[in-house]
T-cell receptor, first 116, second 113 residues
Framework: DVKVTQSSRYLVKRTGEKVFLECVQDMDHENMFWYRQDPGLGLRLIYFSYDVKMKEKGDIPEGYSVSREKKERFSLILESASTNQTSMYLC???????????????FGQGTRLTVV | AQSVTQPDIHITVSEGASLELRCNYSYGATPYLFWYVQSPGQGLQLLLKYFSGDTLVQGIKGFEAEFKRSQSSFNLRKPSVHWSDAAEYFCAVGPRGYQKVTFGTGTKLQVIP
């Protein structure tokens, strides 16, 4: 089974702290994604990466950065956490090449981040 | 720009009743469409997807969806709902290769005995 693992289920951080959310996938997928999920807003794409050291901004990148030094790991960084970044964060991965019919994203369990 | 509209925020159905969740999309080319389900406290699980071919798509857990290009819709259906189907359902649209997929705002399904 494909596995996408997020390092923490719950995190509580203080305003102004630097926060790292880690995600690891075990299927050698090229693409990895970070989404933010808020009630009534669905999932919004923060950043995605289609290869090691490559990244592209999603719809809401402000206040976030990412790092992908190894293919299996994709980190989301909140440089200076703020209360409006309190949310559920979901990591996903997908295969870029191969049969289109097999393209889908596999999601981690999510990290619920509270910034106080 | 691509977009997805799920007009129903909450839906309540009785166990055993049929279900239809609505999804309308806007996309400039041939869309790649997905339905995902999220159980409480969990990540998202793919129910089904449409890329091309037969417009009626079968998925897991007894779900199906029909792609209607003329109506820009991709509605999810199930003939008989089980209590375990209570969850939040997300429709999504995107390009080939699952990059920059756009999700709808979700429909929360409640199942009553």
């Amino acid at each position: 089974d494909v596995k996408v693992t997020q390092s923490s289920r719950y995190l509580v951080k203080r305003t102004g702290e630097k926060v790292f959310l880690e995600c690891v996938q075990d299927m050698d997928h090229e693409n990895m994604f970070w989404y933010r999920q808020d009630p009534g807003l669905g999932l919004r794409l923060i950043y995605f990466s289609y290869d090691v050291k490559m990244k592209e901004k999603g719809d809401i990148p402000e206040g976030y950065s990412v790092s992908r030094e190894k293919k299996e790991r994709f980190s989301l960084i909140l440089e200076s956490a703020s209360t409006n970044q309190t949310s559920m964060y979901l990591c996903a991965s997908s295969q870029s090449t191969g049969e289109v019919m097999n393209t889908e994203a596999f999601f981690g369990q999510g990290t619920r981040l509270t910034v106080v | 720009a691509q977009s997805v509209t799920q007009p129903d925020i909450h839906i309540t159905v009785s166990e055993g009743a049929s279900l239809e969740l609505r999804c309308n999309y806007s996309y400039g080319a041939t869309p790649y469409l997905f339905w995902y389900v999220q159980s409480p406290g969990q990540g998202l699980q793919l129910l089904l997807k449409y890329f091309s071919g037969d417009t009626l798509v079968q998925g897991i857990k007894g779900f199906e969806a029909e792609f209607k290009r003329s109506q820009s819709s991709f509605n999810l259906r199930k003939p008989s709902v089980h209590w375990s189907d209570a969850a939040e359902y997300f429709c999504a649209v995107g390009p080939r290769g699952y990059q920059k997929v756009t999700f709808g705002t979700g429909t929360k399904l409640q199942v009553i005995p």
